[in-house]
């Protein structure tokens, strides 16, 4: 079965760090491109972040969280990261984790999610 | 990277074809075929049900099918069915190499 699997949310203090995962299984993960997409509590998706499949892998970012977030991953353990630093309120959200349907992250449409980890950042 | 622009809520009765359109610019939706639209239900993760435009991946209903004309794309649903209630975003890849979603629509079937 093709699925992900995010972890690694939590309570963070404004201005911590923390790092979410997401394991891939039943699919070559190698080949495709992953993404980072996270949706605030009664609002829209946004996306954050998408890494290209495995050779080269270019990275990019959205506005909003480039030089505190940084997106990568494991091929030999089929895992996704988003390590996230001087986290601030509005980085509240659920995040999911997203297959492309290609080797590009942000070209390819995003054709497999996880249940999303919540991340809340608070004092 | 501004959120493309959708209806905040459409509504149809059973039956009927609803229509929800997707505006962007010429750097994101009307530069590239590569618009995509999801599915979400309260409380679940995204479903894809367009990619490319006008593409369905395997096992999507053809009730659903997508159009685009210059910055505009849109998200046709025919014969309404009451599962169909739920939000539907659209996403875009953008020419800054990322990708960039619409605010959503409400989908409410009467």
């Known amino acids: 079965e093709v699925q992900v699997v995010e972890s690694g949310g939590g309570l963070v203090q404004p201005g911590g760090s923390l790092r979410l995962s997401c394991a891939a299984s039943?699919?070559?993960?190698?080949?495709?491109?992953m993404n980072w997409v996270r949706q605030a509590p009664r609002r829209g998706l946004e996306w954050v972040s998408g890494?290209?499949?495995?050779?080269?892998?270019?990275?990019s970012y959205a506005d909003s969280v480039k030089g505190r977030f940084t997106i990568s991953r494991d091929n030999s353990e089929n895992t996704l990261y988003l390590q996230m630093n001087s986290l601030r309120a509005e980085d509240t959200a659920v995040y999911y984790c997203?297959?492309?349907?290609?080797?590009?992250?942000?070209?390819?449409?995003?054709?497999?999610w996880g249940q999303g980890t919540m991340v809340t950042v608070s004092s | 990277q501004s959120a493309l622009t959708q209806p905040a809520s459409v509504s149809g009765s059973p039956g009927q074809s609803i229509t929800i359109s997707c505006t962007g610019t010429?750097?994101?939706?009307?530069?590239?075929?590569?618009v995509s639209w999801y599915q979400q239900h309260p409380g679940k993760a995204p479903k894809l049900m367009i990619y490319?435009?006008?593409n369905r991946p395997s096992g999507v209903s053809n009730r659903f099918s997508g159009s685009k004309s210059g910055n505009t794309a849109s998200l046709t649903i025919s014969g309404l069915q009451a599962g169909d209630e739920a939000d539907y975003f659209c996403?875009?890849?953008?020419?800054?190499?990322?990708?960039?979603f619409g605010g959503g629509t409400k989908l409410t079937v009467l």
């Open positions: 890494i290209s499949g495995s050779v080269g892998s270019s990275t």
């Open positions: 996403s875009s890849y953008t020419s800054s190499i990322t990708a960039v």
């Open positions: 997203a297959k492309s349907r290609g080797y590009y992250s942000t070209v390819n449409a995003f054709d497999m």
């Open positions: 490319d435009v006008s």
């Open positions: 010429s750097s994101d939706v009307g530069g590239y075929n590569f």
């Open positions: 039943g699919f070559n993960f190698t080949n495709y491109g």
